[in-house]
T-cell receptor, first 116, second 112 residues
Framework: ETGVTQSPTHLIKTRGQQVTLRCSSQ?????VSWYQQALGQGPQFIFQ???????GRGNFPPRFSGLQFPNYSSELNVNALELDDSALYLC???????????????FGSGTQLSVL | GNSVTQMEGPVTLSEEAFLTINCTYT??????LFWYVQYPGEGLQLLLK?????DKGSNKGFEATYRKETTSFHLEKGSVQVSDSAVYFC???????????FGKGTSLLVTP
């Protein structure tokens, strides 16, 4: 039990639609990161938010965007869905301004997104 | 950028067998190295980590040693249990420092 919850668990969308995925971090965790895990692959870093500001981004286009709220919840929004966006989306929280060398990430169980 | 390569699975072992999952890395500087585990239906959990050369990370009977000379961080366990069945991911911190770069994962199935 990591204390990080994600909703919904599964989601089916059509190409071109928009989707919002939600994450609730552990209380007190100021950093949230989002990862995309395609089938048979390791998680790929999308972006990270620290105290409601984006402070790091991976190699994902601008149609992937996020929000972080003061109550330790966050959202991942994806516009103009493509078939290749089908994946498990994981959020992970950590206590401070995340330093991957020293901080422990707490992952949620993920949202499985299928784009048809 | 920093990356890891880990052996492909699936790996199938009998209970009490010895486990090795190979992981090698490519990096600039001196990254920290991690093993994460993903049990069915759950998110990833940190299993162990090592932050500098020759460090040994250990947890729940699993061990891995940070080998700078061979750029490796192989995961080992002397006697696996059915409950160890999961997907194991090797990872290192990215060049930016605020993200983890994961390998593709190795699926382990332990049979009674």
């Amino acid at each position: 039990e990591t204390g990080v919850t994600q909703s919904p668990t599964h989601l089916i969308k059509t190409r071109g639609q928009q989707v919002t995925l939600r994450c609730s971090s552990q209380s007190g965790h100021n950093t949230v990161s989002w990862y995309q895990q395609a089938l048979g692959q390791g998680p790929q870093f999308i972006f990270q938010y620290y105290r409601e500001e984006e402070n790091g981004r991976g190699n994902f286009p601008p149609r992937f965007s996020g929000l972080q709220f003061p109550n330790y919840s966050s959202e991942l929004n994806v516009n103009a869905l493509e078939l290749d966006d089908s994946a498990l989306y994981l959020c992970a929280s950590s206590l401070g301004a995340f330093d991957s060398a020293n901080e422990k990430l707490f992952f949620g169980s993920g949202t499985q997104l299928s784009v048809l | 950028g920093n990356s890891v390569t880990q052996m492909e699975g699936p790996v199938t072992l009998s209970e009490e067998a010895f486990l090795t999952i190979n992981c090698t890395y490519t990096a600039t500087g001196y990254p920290s190295l991690f093993w994460y585990v993903q049990y069915p239906g759950e998110g990833l959990q940190l299993l162990l980590k090592a932050t500098k050369a020759d460090d040994k990370g250990s947890n729940k009977g699993f061990e891995a040693t940070y080998r700078k000379e061979t750029t490796s961080f192989h995961l080992e366990k002397g006697s696996v249990q059915v409950s160890d069945s999961a997907v194991y991911f090797c990872a290192l911190n990215s060049n930016s420092g605020y993200a983890l770069n994961f390998g593709k994962g190795t699926s382990l199935l332990v049979t009674p």
